[in-house]
């Protein structure tokens, strides 16, 4: 597959395209993640969005931000997404149920009833940095703070209930990594119901479905909801019921690290400081639950299967969760720095930029043009890259950000990207790959 010429824009137009593409997947009352492929509001594409959004109008980023935590379910959690008054997506407010079932839920905005990873704190942190001074920055934390806490609070009550430090989700589409081969094992003990109401997909509509999950996998995606739906979204009762129950590294990882993050917001700005001290007391117990799911076999961070009680050793980039977290021994880490930037990972010689892709394309599980199994998520490459600066790598931070400009130059901003090609795939004009365009830009 030689990679075709593609146009590179200016640095200057480059971000004109991306607060163009902000502004037209702003439908009035929210920032969509995009136009028709996710007409509503998801939950991490916000905390990006919002952070891109900083750099052009602080109090429009502070009121995305706000219109997501307005959405906050009354027992604490953050759904996954906020649906807007437009339809267009499957499964919409209706298949969910989410404020008919459980009352909790708000009724207004509709919600799923499942949630994402905790990147909010992060996007708090950069949005006051980059605002500092304005009354709206100032609003959100004050008001935002305490909401955060709370959501970090209901995952470590809900999703760490025996307190291992290691988060449990219940679906796939909690990890934010849906289809990645990751969750193959665990899925494969997910088996639809006679009673699985039927659905027509319409993400196919938008991107071909050699880019998208399966049909099996969807039907895997929608029972998991009817288990759901049979115990009214009772979070404790979720856990005990759903056939998927997964502790995920990755997004224990992004806990540890937001959690640490939140806490530093909270000293800075006054709030009481045994809130602060039980956030740093998370941040540890994660990053301890992170630090032990390391395995020296692979070099790389497992995932747990809570219903099959095993290990799971697939190779993918959440694996390197430790490198945004910290905790492992020196000696540990410089090898998994090294690793990802190596020839398995961002260092492989046939990829368009040098930035680490979904799989390795060492892996023969690689699949370059399909979704989380492969392609290159270039959100995700700016949060290793954000933590590689608090980490102090502000080579190796500075070097994957000038790669990333590279492969998104062409102002498609696309969901996600083939590695070896540079090819822009899924959804194009993207929110959140628009918006991490813009705070490398800056
Ligand atoms: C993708 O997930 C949604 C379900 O939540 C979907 O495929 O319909 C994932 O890439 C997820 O991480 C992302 O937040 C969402 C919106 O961009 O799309």
């Not at 697939?314 to 390197?320: K, L, M, Q, S």
Request: aromatic content about 10%; hydrophobic content about 40%; some cysteine.
């Amino acid at each position: 597959t030689a990679a075709a010429p593609r146009p590179r824009l200016g640095s200057v137009q480059l971000a004109a395209c991306a607060a163009w593409t902000l502004g037209g997947n702003d439908n009035g009352s929210m920032i969509t993640a995009a136009p028709r492929l996710y007409p509503h509001m998801w939950s991490w594409d916000t905390a990006f969005i919002s952070i891109g959004l900083a750099h052009l109008n602080v109090d429009r980023a502070v009121r995305e931000l706000e219109t997501l935590l307005a959405a906050q379910w009354r027992n604490g959690m953050l759904p996954h997404i906020v649906f807007s008054e437009g339809g267009g997506y499957f499964p919409g407010p209706e298949r969910w149920g989410a404020a008919e079932l459980n009352s909790d839920a708000p009724d207004a905005p509709r919600t799923s009833g499942i949630c994402q990873p905790p990147v909010h704190a992060i996007a708090l942190r950069r949005i006051v940095d980059i605002g500092a001074g304005a009354a709206s920055t100032a609003r959100l934390l004050a008001e935002g703070w305490p909401k955060l806490y709370r959501w970090h609070e209901w995952l470590v009550r809900h999703r760490d209930p025996h307190g291992t430090g290691m988060l449990g989700i219940v679906h796939g589409w909690e990890s934010g990594m849906d289809n990645s081969p990751r969750w193959d094992d665990p899925y494969s003990a997910v088996v639809p119901g006679q009673d699985l109401p039927p659905y027509v997909r319409l993400d196919r509509r938008v991107a071909s479905a050699a880019e998208r999950p399966s049909d099996l996998e969807y039907d895997r995606y929608l029972w998991l909801i009817e288990e759901m739906r049979k115990v009214r979204y009772d979070a404790a009762q979720v856990v005990r019921t759903s056939s998927f129950l997964v502790g995920d590294v990755f997004v224990t990882a992004v806990f540890a690290l937001a959690s640490e993050v939140l806490a530093t917001l909270g000293k800075e700005s006054g709030q009481p400081a045994w809130q602060v001290r039980q956030l740093r007391g998370w941040a540890h117990r994660s990053r301890r639950a992170v630090v032990a799911a390391y395995s020296p076999q692979t070099g790389l961070a497992r995932d747990y299967d809570r219903r099959a009680n095993r290990w799971l050793t697939t190779r993918t980039i959440a694996g390197f969760a430790p490198l945004l977290c910290g905790g492992l021994d020196a000696e540990d880490e410089a090898a998994m720095l090294a690793r990802i930037l190596g020839p398995d990972w961002a260092g492989h010689p046939d990829l368009f930029a040098a930035i680490p892709p979904s799989v390795s394309p060492n892996d023969p599980g690689f699949r370059p043009r399909e979704y989380w199994r492969g392609p290159v998520w270039p959100v995700i490459a700016w949060l290793f890259g954000w933590a590689f600066e608090q980490r102090g790598w502000t080579d190796e931070a500075s070097r994957l950000r000038a790669e990333c400009l590279r492969l998104t130059g062409d102002g498609a901003f696309g969901e996600y990207y083939h590695p070896l090609t540079g090819e822009p795939l899924g959804s194009r004009h993207q929110s959140w790959t628009a918006t991490v365009v813009l705070d490398w830009l800056h």
